[in-house]
């Protein structure tokens, strides 16, 4: 993608601004996504989650079935687990 820097999604009856440095973790919820922020929001987005990869930026990774991560916001790896911001989350061996 180009430099954006941000996106809006469409949560509760209203778009809302997210920037990208902002986020931390995304959780699949089926054709839903809970999108944690560094500021302990969450946001449900309509939007499944292998879609979503797609159109993030680089610093986003997919780590489990479940979950994509900001890599610049993790704390530390411990074991087989990353921590951000206190949320320990499984790395998956493989996808």
Same mark, same amino acid.
């Given at each position: 993608? =180009? ?8 949560? +509760? ?8 440095? +902002?986020?931390t973790i995304i959780k699949g919820l ?13 946001? !449900? ?12 930026? +680089? =610093? ?10 900001n890599l610049t916001n993790i704390d530390?790896? =411990? +074991? ?8 320990? !989350? ?6």
């Amino acid at each position: 993608m =180009e430099n954006r820097t941000f996106a809006f999604i469409k949560t +509760d009856k209203k778009l809302v601004k997210l920037f990208f440095k +902002d986020i931390t973790i995304i959780k699949g919820l089926g054709n839903y996504v809970e999108i944690n922020t560094v500021f302990n929001k969450k946001y !449900i987005y309509y939007k499944a989650l292998k879609d979503l990869i797609e159109s993030l930026p +680089d =610093e986003f990774m997919r780590v489990h079935n479940s979950y994509i991560v900001n890599l610049t916001n993790i704390d530390y790896f =411990e +074991d087989n687990r990353l921590v951000c911001q206190d949320q320990k !989350i499984a790395v998956a061996k493989k996808l």
